[in-house]
């Protein structure tokens, strides 16, 4: 019979054999004192002296059992039984424990999917490090005059972007020597209005070549993908749905595919559907829903003026390489390329650029690099608390081993070896440890899509909870185990047998040494909740700040909601009778006291900024935006007249706008009160004009009102100057914000306003309804999101601190029972053993508070960017924070203080 | 007294236990009593096998395949284990006592070499 079958057996026979293996050792103890006994020795002393002859029963049992069994894997479960047993036992500890590391490692391992779902993620394509990424840059901080397209400063002191002009995209793709296929493409960021069987919806876009699925090596769903064919100017259009889109918008049905849909008001055949998690090439989060060819963009947007300009820079381009070509070899070769395309540029445009091919494994990047930067800072913040954690597991574990002294001892004293006491320790914590990794998932799951939300990034295909994040949190929480654990399993078990048996006194487990390890570890974790106070602390405090920002109108009981009419093929004349006609239908609504436009939302995260000219005003402003203007510029917003009684902003001085300012009259305007301090200082700017804009297009306004300041964009902008104008007298507005000022609770008066714009439009999608307090809270939602987000580590981070210091000082009461009976006998006062106590804990904590301090002064910095109102080294907040944790501190000493306290001299010194 | 015995007692080469045993059970059927008692006697109370560690290592050989066991009743009637050598018991039998004679050989060789011819 092979081995591995007998083995089977015997451990299907197990405890049979047990139990044969009881009876056969007792027999042979049996005989051998018999035997003893017929040589002359009393039964008492043969039956002793035959047990000794034998040996360890038990140590060789278990060595029995552990051939039986599949040996490493047999002691593991075994341990793993032990080790649940223990921790049904001390379920506080237990829940603490796992609490602590499921929010240490939950918060890790959210951090982790989101940068591996954004930042790490290669693109599902075949050989994806093939791809380039063809991207410029300048030295000089001048602007392309056409760019559309991403934008960021280079380490050269200029400009980066991965935008070209159409004629570098023609006379790059000839260069077939370097790439078997140069794609190009253009996420439309402003979305596109998709009528599909008369339903109005938006739809996030782009356009693409006609190389674009064969060149990335991408195979369609469903259907075909577009082609070649496809990409020219008199091919019919054609569009390529989304995976998810096919499945939310269409039902997942077959019968899609030869449907006609509307883009823009361009019909367009359904040819094919994107295979499942390829979210196109975009950056970081923008999954466009449609696709469509390149040669079809100027027909849906046809606003996007002439793309094929030599200054229009706007395309994105990813190349595969050719068989031996590198991104080196790419640059050098194209260099001269581009240098034509440089020199082409009218006067005055940028003439630094220089190419530089990076990688496209990853598509677009510009968005993934500053997420990237994000999570860093987020990592090392989550990264603490699961050092605090760790820190203090650490400790609540020694102090068990302590405890556990005794067991330790008696195990070691039937036969375990201290390997294997180690093992069984090292089991416990890493169980411990596992608890919280699966607390940990389920949090970061919540996490990680509370992050992608804070940070405006799509849910789509970003931060899914696939193998390397469960990798990662599986390796994390093992790390974690081991790191904790070894330390407290290794002192646990260098204990004495016989000392630690016969009382509970420390043994040769060194107290002293002990303590102070443990007193570092407590400073080190008061250090950390100080920092993490202080950093929850600045975040809320900014929180706050910009929740008592004066907004200047009233945002309550306000509905608003977007609509763009371009994308439904209205302009001029036809679109303003639009605004109007649907203006008087909302105001008609019962419930509705009035409503307006604006072409910008209000507090929306977008501006217009315009230059002026003032006569008698030199210099220039700041407007606390963008590099400095070298002309005089304000803020502008481009309003419905009604609009001032509508969000109810006070008027200063003079009149608002009206009605009658219609097109063909006088151009006047409202300015804002800090147009009016800076522009007509110490004068009454009511009847001055100005010009808006500048050369020949500048237009002269009037001034007939002052209006109270109010925020154009963003909360934390000083209200720069501004005016508004009426949007009669202006050219198109593609898009606009609809105000609804309601008498009731807005939100109820949604369907009612959904159903009053499709009486006049039906095939005008609105897009976010949402009431302008919502608005308001959302445009701060980072802020709220990192707050809380600290907020709750910080809570952890504190109470984490508390259980460490009132578990260390528990232990040192217990510790000291004798010595505080003794000070007690000789004569010290309960109060005075208490403050001992109280004293020790203040000193933990005044030494972690020191750390924490200038730890919090060296690093807070990092968050300088996101707050508002306050300085990053704000004092209030760090004085607060040390204060809470001295308090804390205060708090979780006062329990072992009253036992202190309480100690009995009589009894303490009779244990002695 | 026990200790004064421990010192005279000879400690078993390492291995050696299991060749022993085996040997053992050449002359026939035993228990685990009978094994120690046996090897005992045969080496006129010099090599005294730490009774207890027989039963682990039993169990191994069993594992082994060299020997088998089964329940019986002693000659007083007690219920016990019989041991009983395998064919792979007699070839590892083999096996061990060649290795050990080479080995004895070899330390005799060492330990008195002026009795070489």
Known sequence: ?912 | MGRVKRSARTELLPGTLDMLILKSLTRGVMHGYGIAQHIQQMSDEVLQVEEGSLYPALQRMQLQGWIESEWGHSANNRRARFYRLTRAGRKQLGLAESGFERVLGAIVRVMRPQSEP
Request: net charge positive; with cysteine; aromatic share 6%.
């Open chain 1, 1 to 912: 019979m092979p081995r591995f079958f007998r083995h089977v057996l015997m451990r299907l026979r197990r405890d049979r054999l047990d139990d044969e293996l009881r009876d056969e050792m007792a027999l042979h103890v049996e005989l051998r004192a018999a035997e003893l006994v017929e040589r002359g020795m009393s039964p008492d002393e043969a039956r002793a002296a035959a047990l000794r002859r034998f040996g360890n029963t038990t140590l060789l049992r278990e060595e029995s059992r552990t051939m039986w069994g599949f040996g490493a894997v047999e002691t593991w479960v075994q341990d793993a039984r032990y080790a649940l047993r223990t921790m049904g036992r001390t379920r506080a500890l237990t829940g603490v424990v796992v609490v602590s590391l499921a929010i240490g490692i939950g918060a890790n391992a959210a951090i982790f999917s989101v940068a591996n779902g954004v930042v790490f993620r290669k693109l599902p394509v075949p050989s994806p490090d093939e791809l380039v990424l063809l991207s410029w840059v300048s030295s000089t901080k001048t602007l392309p005059g056409g760019l559309w397209g991403s934008l960021r400063s280079s380490d050269a002191g200029g400009y980066q972007s991965t935008s070209f002009t159409y004629s570098a995209y023609e006379a790059f793709r000839q260069r077939t020597d370097l790439f078997t296929d140069l794609v190009a493409f253009k996420g439309l960021f402003g979305r596109a209005n998709v009528i599909v069987d008369g339903d109005a919806e938006l739809a996030s876009a782009q356009v693409v070549s006609g190389n674009y699925y064969r060149g990335l090596g991408v195979a369609p769903a469903l259907g075909r993908v577009i082609s070649n064919d496809d990409d020219r100017p008199d091919s019919d259009a054609v569009a390529v749905l989304s995976y998810g889109y096919w499945q939310r918008r269409f039902g997942g049905r077959a019968g899609v595919v030869g449907t006609t849909i509307d883009v823009n008001g361009v019909p367009a055949t359904v040819i094919g559907v994107a295979p499942r998690g390829f979210t196109g090439t975009l950056d970081a989060g923008r999954a466009p829903e449609i696709t469509m060819a390149l040669a079809q963009l100027p027909r849906i947007l046809p606003d996007a003026g002439r793309l094929t300009a030599h200054n229009r820079w706007w395309v994105d381009m990813l190349g595969r390489l050719a068989p031996g070509v590198t991104r080196a070899q790419v640059d050098s070769a194209l260099a001269p390329v581009f240098a034509g395309v440089v020199r082409e540029l009218p006067k005055g445009e940028p003439d630094t650029m220089r190419l530089l091919a990076r990688s496209g494994a990853r598509g677009l990047t510009t968005a993934r690099t500053e997420v990237a930067d994000r999570l860093a800072i987020m990592a090392m913040v989550a990264g603490l608390v699961l050092l605090i954690a760790c820190t203090n597991v650490a400790n609540l574990l020694m102090s068990r081993a302590t405890a556990r002294r005794r067991e330790m001892a008696v195990r070691a004293a039937i036969g375990a070896g201290r390997g294997r006491l180690v093992r069984q320790l090292l089991t416990e914590s890493v169980m411990l440890a596992g608890l919280g990794a699966v607390g940990g998932v389920a949090l970061a799951r919540w996490l990680a899509g509370a992050l992608l939300a804070a940070m405006d990034l799509d849910q789509a295909g970003a931060a899914r909870l696939d193998w390397p994040v469960l990798g990662f949190t599986v390796a994390l929480s093992v790390t974690c185990g081991l790191v904790f654990g070894l330390l407290p399993a290794l002192r646990g078990t260098r204990s004495n047998v016989t000392g630690s048996l016969k009382d509970g006194t420390p043994g040769s487990m060194g107290g002293r040494a002990r303590s102070r390890l443990a007193a570092g570890l407590m400073v080190t974790q008061m250090a950390l909740a100080v920092l993490l106070s202080v950093g929850a602390g600045l975040l809320l405090r900014t929180v706050a700040n910009l929740g008592r920002v004066q907004v200047g109108f009233d945002p309550a009981n306000l509905l608003v909601f977007d609509i763009d009419p371009t994308h439904t093929g209205y302009e001029g004349d036809r679109l303003r009778d639009l605004y109007s006609r649907l203006l008087d239908h909302l105001r008609a609504l019962p419930g509705v006291l009035s409503a307006s436009l604006s072409d910008l939302g209000l507090i929306a995260g977008s501006v217009s900024i315009t230059e002026v000219t003032v006569p008698g005003f030199e210099g220039t402003i700041d407007l606390g935006f963008g590099p400095p203007s070298r002309q005089p510029a304000a803020f502008v917003q481009t309003v419905d007249p009604s609009f001032f009684e509508t969000v109810r902003l006070p008027l200063r001085l003079g009149r608002v706008l009206s009605p009658a300012d219609a097109a063909g009259t006088p151009l006047v305007v409202v300015i804002n009160e800090a147009m009016a301090r800076a522009y007509f200082p110490g004068r009454n700017p009511i009847g001055e004009r100005f010009k808006v804009g500048t050369g020949s297009d500048a237009a002269e306004v009037t001034i007939v009102g002052v209006a109270a300041d109010m925020p154009f964009d963003s909360l934390r902008r000083v209200v720069p100057p501004g005016f508004f104008q009426s949007y009669l007298q202006q050219q198109d507005l593609s898009g606009v914000t609809i105000e609804v000022r309601t008498a009731t609770p807005p939100l109820d008066l949604a369907p009612a306003v959904r159903a009053a714009v499709r009486e006049i439009e039906p095939r005008l999608p609105i897009d976010g309804m949402r009431t302008e307090t919502q608005q308001i809270a959302e445009s701060c939602r980072e802020e709220r999101v990192y707050a809380t987000l600290a907020t709750a580590l910080g809570v952890v981070g504190v109470l984490l601190a508390a259980i460490g210091i009132y578990g260390l000082l528990a232990y040192q009461v217990a510790q000291r029972t004798q010595e505080l009976g003794l000070r007690m006998a000789l004569g010290a006062t309960r109060g005075a053993v208490a403050r001992l106590v109280l004293a020790q804990s203040l000193r933990l904590a005044a030494a972690g508070a020191v750390l924490g301090l200038l730890a919090s002064l060296a690093s807070t910095r990092v968050l300088a960017g996101i707050l508002f109102g306050l300085m990053a080294t704000d004092p209030a907040t760090i004085a607060g924070a040390i204060g809470l944790l001295l308090a804390v501190a205060l708090a979780a000493g006062c329990l072992p203080a009253r036992r202190a306290a309480r100690v009995d001299p009589l009894v303490a010194l009779r244990t002695e």
